[in-house]
Structures are given as C-alpha cells and as structure tokens.
C-alpha cells in the first residue's frame, strides 16, 4: 500500500495498492496518461521505481497452483474423520502401564503418588475369581466389576490426581464399621504430612453407606509404606470376601437385593425405592394410566422394567434411544421425559401440559421434553394425547 502522492500535507491518500506486479502495470498507465488526465490522478512514486527494477529481472516463470487438482480425491486419501482413527491413547495401548507408571494427571502435571500401590492392589484382588479382568482402558479410572456385569464394580481407583491416589471399595452395608476402621488403616490427615502441598485435618480413611445395600470405604493414599502393612492387606481381603457374599446372595435371590429385576412393573408401581423415605406426592393410580396412555398410543413399543428408578418405552424401528422414560421413584411427581428430532417442537408446544414442562437442546441429534404429573387431573391438561401422537410420529418418520 503506497500512501502519498507527496509527504506532508500533500499526502495521506492511497495512491496504489497491490502486489509489485500491479504498482508497476500502474506507473506504466501513468507514463502513458495526458497532462490533462495526470492533473486528475494521483501519481506513485513507489510504483515509478519499482517499475524497472521489476522489468530488468531476473525472471522465472511461476507455476500456478491447481487447486481443482488439489480438491480431487486419489487413490489412499484419507477423509479427515478417518485420521487417527486407528491410533490408541497410551491407557488404551498400554492401560496398567499408563495408570502404575507414566501416571499424567488431570492438570498436566506428573502423578506423584507410588504407582505399585494401584499395582499391588489389583494384584491382591485379581487373587479371587469373583471379577471380570481388570479395566484399564480409561484415562483416570481403573474400574474391577463383578464377573456377572449385573452385580456391578466392586473397585474405582481414580487416578487423575497430581499428590493422592484415591480408591473406592463397594461391599455390602455393615461391612466395615467406621470407629474401627478408620483408627485400623490409621491414615494420617494431611496437615501431619509436611512433604505434601496439601491441608487438612480429615483423615483419609472413609466409611459410609451409599444408596441401595451398598457400603463405600474410601482411601486416599500417597505412599506406599502407607498401605504395605498387614492391616492393610486384611481389609483388602475382607471387602473382598464381603462383596463375594453380595455375589452370592444375589445369585440366589435377586429380589432380595436388586427387587427391580425380578418384581418389574409391579416394582415401578410399588411405594418402595424412594431415596430417605419421603412422602410420596402421587397416587399410583396416576402412574399406572401414563403407562397404559403411553402403550395405547405406541401398541408396537416394548416396556423395559428391569432399571431400579427408570421405566424406558422403545420404539420397533428407534434404535437404542428409548421413545419415553418414566421416572417412578420421584416424590414431587411422576417424570415423562420424551426423547425426539433435533428443532422439531419449540418449547411453547408442551406449555400448560402437566406442571413446569422443560426442553433440554444440548444433545447433538435430540431434543428431550420433560413433563411433570402430580394428579389424574393433570393429565387433562391442555391437549396432552393430541402433543403426544405428533411426538410419536416425528419419530416414526
């Protein structure tokens, strides 16, 4: 860009703009312009000397890029959406070595808790032939699950922390007792820890019941002399020995511990599962009529029972997506989640059916209402059968 003509208060215009080429095509127009016409135009100094030094060369000629050449697919191209697609993160190639060894943490930073201590606990477990093989597979969890995948994880090792390594032992309830344990592993809290950048004054031993029969012990643990004692390695044998008899007993009698799998919709209907037995807003008669509302306009669609808190209807042709879900073991109301096309229906649509109907977008493909029912008389609610059929038949298309 050439500003001028001249310096001073006879400049400040753009007097030629361009590549080399084209300030010095501009110089040879001026030479070739009249006195008239030169008075009107501003003239470019730069371009004027540019303008032989360009012409005296050297020259060579350019080869111009072919960009059709370019776009056009050979023979071994890769689309983008294939390019390391084949590749594995180093916990998927190498997961035990990831997560005992290179060990990077979620930050960045290298993990400096003693990497034998998850080696020499999966060891320990991996004795017993109550689990599946050991999961190493994701980047800051190492997971151990029960042979049979119903009865669920027994061992979480998170290890995505930069100073602590912390691991979670699900037995049964009753278990472990706390006042007994804790003083046992006798985990000193972290102000007791100088060699640590950490506080406080908890001790990293924890106990507590979870919901369903679950008991939870967790660990929070840096060094290995920390766990390479007797006691230590006892209380692995006896989580161990504790979920065994979880196994045991489920296999037995499911409906003793995991009632939704045996019981199905009787489960659903039933006044249990509530989590700290709070008092139930709904009559049972409200959920058995969405229910029946639900299959009599999907006759084709097939019930799932089998989740504790979740009834799932799917469609023949809907793929994995369920068409609706009905959550049974909400106090305040009976929840209808309605999975559907990305943009089909604006939230306006389902307004004034059941109470504080929401839309939730952040799914990629879906949209998923939300309908709340708390009385029979809220399913009289604005047109909610005529919202439904279209609903169904957006996923039909």
């Known amino acids: 860009i050439d500003m001028g003509p001249e310096a001073g208060e006879e400049g400040g215009h753009v007097v030629a703009a361009g590549t080399p080429e084209q300030l010095a095509d501009q110089a040879r127009r001026y030479g070739r312009l009249s006195e008239a016409q030169r008075a009107k135009t501003l003239r470019s100094h730069t371009a004027e000397a540019l303008a032989p030094v360009l012409e005296a060369g050297p020259h060579e000629k350019r080869v111009l ?8 697919r050979l023979e071994g191209d890769l689309d983008i959406t294939e390019v390391g697609r084949t590749t594995k993160m180093p916990w998927e190639a190498d997961g035990r070595k990831w997560h005992t060894r290179d060990r990077v943490g979620r930050t960045g930073n290298p993990c400096r808790w003693d990497g034998r201590i998850l080696a020499d606990v999966v060891d320990r477990i991996e004795q017993s ?15 151990i699950r029960a042979a049979k995948k119903s009865h669920g994880w027994f061992f979480h090792a998170i290890t995505g922390e930069e100073w602590l390594l912390k691991m979670k032992f699900r037995v049964p309830k009753s278990t472990f007792r706390r006042e007994e344990l804790v003083p046992k592993l006798d985990l000193k809290p972290l102000n007791d820890m100088p060699e640590l950048p ?36 006892e209380f692995v044998d006896a989580a161990v020995a504790g979920f065994g008899r979880y196994v045991d007993r489920a296999s037995q009698k499911p409906a003793d511990l995991m009632p939704w799998k045996v019981l199905g919709r009787k489960w ?23 229910f029946d509302l639900l299959a009599e306009l999907a ?40 999975f559907g096309p990305k943009g089909r229906f604006p939230l306006g ?16 493909d879906t949209d998923i209402f939300t309908l709340k029912f708390c009385t029979a008389a809220d399913l009289q609610r604005g047109d909610l059968v005529a919202f439904l059929k279209e609903h169904l038949a957006s996923r039909e298309e």
């Open 299 to 338: 006759p084709k669609g097939k019930y799932q029972w089998t989740n504790k808190q979740v009834v799932t209807m799917h469609l023949p042709r809907g793929g994995r997506r369920p068409w609706a879900a009905v959550r049974t073991k909400r106090p305040d109301a009976v929840h209808v989640h309605l």
């Open 198 to 233: 950490l506080y406080g004054t908890q001790n990293r031993t924890k106990c507590r019941n979870i919901i369903g029969p679950w008991q939870e012990v967790e660990l929070r643990v840096h060094a290995y002399d920390e766990i390479d004692r007797p006691v230590f390695w």
């Open 349 to 364: 649509r389902v307004t004034g059916l059941g109470h504080d109907p929401s839309l939730r977008e952040d799914q990629h």
């Open 129 to 143: 032939d109550l689990f599946s093989p050991t999961d190493w597979s994701n980047r800051g969890v190492v997971e």
């Open 268 to 290: 659903h209907l039933a006044r249990k599962g509530f989590y700290g037995n709070p008092t139930v807003r709904w009559d049972v008669s409200l959920l058995e009529r969405i």
């Open 65 to 72: 890029h072919d960009f059709e050449a370019e776009a056009r």
